[in-house]
C-alpha cells in the first residue's frame, strides 16, 4: 500500500515538475530553436547589441547542381522566377539551378577564365566578369555570346590602370558598372553605344586622414613623402543595382562607408548605425530591406535607411553546421523572402527562411514605408507582445499614432524607442494643444501676479506691513554661515574683489564652501537625469549616483591639490582654503542657471534646442572665467603666469591619475595572487 501511495506521490511530483517546464519555457521572452546554432540580434535606439528572437532558420542546403559541383564559387543570383545563377570560378563557368539543385543551364564552358561576378536582367541577359581575360562577357538566355567589352581606350580611363572586372551590376538602360581589381578610382561605368562608351567613375570612396598624416606633411619634405605609401582610397568589393537605379556597394575597412546607397549622383543616402570591417556582398530584398553579408558569416538587415533589423550568422568552426559559414562571399533573396548564402569554402548554397517573428517585421516595414502607418498598428502590436523592446516597432507605433493624433500614446511610443526626433514632433504638438488651451488663462495669471506684487509693495512703502519680516530676513542674512553664503552673488558679479575678499577679509570658509558644493553636485545630478528627453543622453530607469558623486568629489579634489601643489612651487600666495573655498565660489553661476536651463530642456523641442546649447555656452563660458580668476588672484599671478600653471595643473593631474591607475593594477595582482595561494593551501589541506 505505501508503495503504491509513494508510486503515485512520485508521479505526481513528475507531472507537476513538467507543467512547471513547459509554463517557463512558455513565458522565456526569446524562443531559441532548437535547430538555429547562432543568436539574432539587433540594436536598440542606444545603439547596444540586443538578443532577439530568431528571424531566420536554416531550411536546407545546395552542394550540387543536378550532377555538377562548383568549387570556389565567387557571386551568385536568384532572378524573380527563383532561378539561381552561380559563378562557377574553378570550373570556369555560370551554372543555373532551381531553389531544388536541378541544373537548368551551363554558361561559358570553353569561353570564360576566371568568372568571379555576374549579374542577370529581367529579360535573361547575363553579364559575367571575367577578370583573368580581362572582359565582361554578355550571354543570352540560350547561351550565345552576344557582346564583349574590354579596357575602355578613353584617356579618363588611365592608359596605364589594369581592366580587371571582379563584380559588375547593370540598370535598366544597359549601363554597366564595373568594380575593377587594384582601380581605386571608383566603380567603372560603361554605357553599351558604340561597342561600349566608358562614361566615368562612380561612387569614389575618399581617403582617410589622420593626424599622423597632417604631421607628416608638415615636417617631411616632398622627397620623403614620396617614399611613403600613397594614402589611396579603398575599392569597394561588391555592388548591386535595384529597380530604382540605386547602386548598393560594400567596402572593407571602411567603417561607417562598409555599405553605402547610392543615388544616380553618386551620393550616399544611408549612413547604417551598425557596421562590420569584412562586408563580402549585398542584396537587396523585397521591402527595400538590405541585407549585407560579411566574410565571417553574419548576415546584418536594415531597413531602407540604415536601421539595424536583425543580425545574425557566424563563422562555422570546423563543424559543417548548416547555418554558420566558413567564407561566405554572396547573398541573394527570393520573392517569398527566402535567404541564399553563398560559402566559396564549403562549396554550397545555404537557404534560410523568415519566421513569423520576422515576417511580421517585414510586414510592418512595408506597410510603414508606405504610409499605411495606422494598417502597420497590427503587426506592430504583434511584434511588441513578442518582443516589447524592439525599438524599430516602438519607432513604427509612434509614428502611427503620431499620424492618428493621438500625440500621448506617440509620446510613449517614441520615448520607448529613443526616437528623439519622432518625440520632438509629438512633443510640439502636445505643446501646441496646451498653449491653445491655456495661453489666455496664463496671460491671465501672470497679470494678476504682477499686480499683486505691486500692491503688496504699495502696502509696504504706505503701511509698513512687511516690516517685521524684512527685518528678520536681514537678521538672518547677518549670520556668519548665511553671509557666506550669501556671499557667492558679490562673487560671481566682481570675481576680483571676490577672490581678495575670500583672501584677505575671510568671506568663506570650509563650512558654506563644502555646503555650496554639496548643492552643486546635486545640481549635476539633476541635470545628468532630468533633462528633456530629447537632450538627456542618459538611459532611462538607469541611475549610477554613488558612481557619480565619487567622481565629482575625486576630480574636484584631485584638480584642487594638484593647482596648489603647482602654485607653491611656482610662487604661488594662496593656501589650499583659499583655494578650496575660491574654486567652490567660481560654480556659483552653474548652480544657479543650470535648474533654469534643465526647466527650459523639459518644455522645447528640436526647434529651439539651440536655447540650451547657447545657455549652456554662457554658463561653462562663465564659470571657465571665474575659475581662470580665482587661480590669478588668489596666487597674485599675472595672466601669463596664470595660463602656465593651469597647464602645468593639467599635467600634474594627469600624471596623479597615471600612478592612481598603476597602483590599482598592481593592488588587483597582488589579491589575485594572494586568492591563488589562498585557494591552493584549501585544495591540499581538503
Known sequence: ?????????????????????????????????????????????????????????????????????????????????????????????????????????????????????????????????????????VFEKDGEVIKEYTKPEHPLYGENMSFKPQKIA???????????????????????????????????????VNLLDIFRRIVLTDEQLAKLPKNLPPTPNNLIIDRKGLVYTTTQGARYGSLKKLNVAGKNLIEPDSYDELPAAVAVGNYENIYMLTEQGYVFEYNKNGSTLFVFGGKD??????????????????????????????????????????????????????????????????ILNMNSLFDYANMAMGQAYLQE??????????????DYQGYSDAFWEVRNIWLNQNLIMGAGFLVLTALFIKFLKYLQKKK????????????????????????TWYFIKHPIDGCYGIKREYKASYVSSSILFVLFMAIVLINKYATGFILKR???????????????????????VCTYLISTINDGEGTFKQLYTAFVYALAPYMILKPIVVIISNIITYNEVFLVRFSNFCLYTWVAILLFMA????????????????????????????????????????????????????????
Do not use: W
Open 1 to 137: 500500500m505505501r508503495y503504491k501511495m509513494l508510486r503515485r506521490s512520485l508521479k505526481k511530483s513528475l507531472l507537476f515538475f513538467s507543467l512547471c517546464l513547459i509554463a517557463s519555457l512558455m513565458v522565456s521572452p526569446f524562443k531559441a530553436l532548437a535547430d538555429t546554432p547562432y543568436k539574432t540580434f539587433t540594436q536598440d535606439g542606444y545603439g547596444r547589441i540586443m538578443e532577439t528572437q530568431t528571424a531566420y532558420i536554416p531550411l536546407s542546403s545546395i552542394t550540387k547542381v543536378g550532377d555538377l559541383s562548383f568549387k570556389s564559387a565567387s557571386d551568385m543570383k536568384i532572378t524573380e522566377e527563383e532561378e539561381i545563377y552561380i559563378a562557377d570560378t574553378e570550373g570556369k563557368r555560370v551554372l543555373v539551378s532551381d531553389i531544388e539543385g536541378n541544373l537548368l543551364r551551363v554558361y561559358g564552358e570553353g569561353i570564360l577564365k576566371n568568372p568571379s561576378g555576374i549579374f542577370v536582367t529581367e529579360d535573361k541577359i547575363l553579364y559575367v566578369a571575367d577578370k583573368e581575360a580581362g572582359k565582361v562577357v
Open 170 to 208: 547593370v540598370d535598366s538602360k544597359g549601363i554597366m558598372y564595373i568594380i575593377c581589381e587594384g582601380n581605386t578610382n571608383g566603380i567603372v561605368q560603361i554605357s553599351p553605344t558604340e561597342g561600349g562608351t566608358f562614361l566615368g567613375y562612380f561612387g569614389t570612396n575618399m581617403t582617410s
Open 317 to 382: 568552426s570546423g563543424r559543417l553546421r548548416i547555418g554558420l559559414f566558413q567564407k561566405a562571399v554572396a547573398i541573394g533573396v527570393d520573392r517569398t523572402n527566402r535567404l541564399y548564402v553563398l560559402d566559396q569554402e564549403k562549396n554550397e548554397i545555404q537557404i534560410f527562411k523568415p519566421t513569423e517573428f520576422a515576417d511580421l517585421v517585414h510586414e510592418a516595414l512595408y506597410l510603414y514605408q508606405g504610409g499605411k502607418y495606422t494598417k502597420s498598428k497590427e503587426p506592430l502590436n504583434q
Open 405 to 418: 493624433e493621438n500625440y500621448p500614446m506617440a509620446l510613449k511610443y517614441f520615448r520607448m524607442a529613443k
Open 464 to 487: 509698513q506691513v512687511f516690516v517685521k519680516v524684512i527685518a528678520a530676513k536681514e537678521k538672518t542674512l547677518q549670520k556668519p554661515l548665511m553671509d557666506r553664503l550669501h556671499y
Open 538 to 560: 542618459v538611459m532611462d530607469g538607469r541611475y549610477d549616483i554613488f558612481t557619480d558623486l565619487l567622481y565629482m568629489i575625486g576630480i574636484f579634489l584631485l584638480m584642487t
Open 631 to 686: 587661480v590669478k588672484e588668489i596666487n597674485n599671478y599675472t595672466v601669463r603666469e596664470t595660463i602656465r600653471v593651469i597647464l602645468l595643473t593639467f599635467f600634474c593631474a594627469l600624471i596623479a591619475v597615471l600612478l592612481l591607475f598603476i597602483l590599482y593594477v598592481l593592488v588587483s595582482q597582488v589579491a589575485d595572487f594572494i586568492q591563488a595561494i589562498y585557494g591552493e593551501v584549501v585544495y591540499r589541506l581538503e
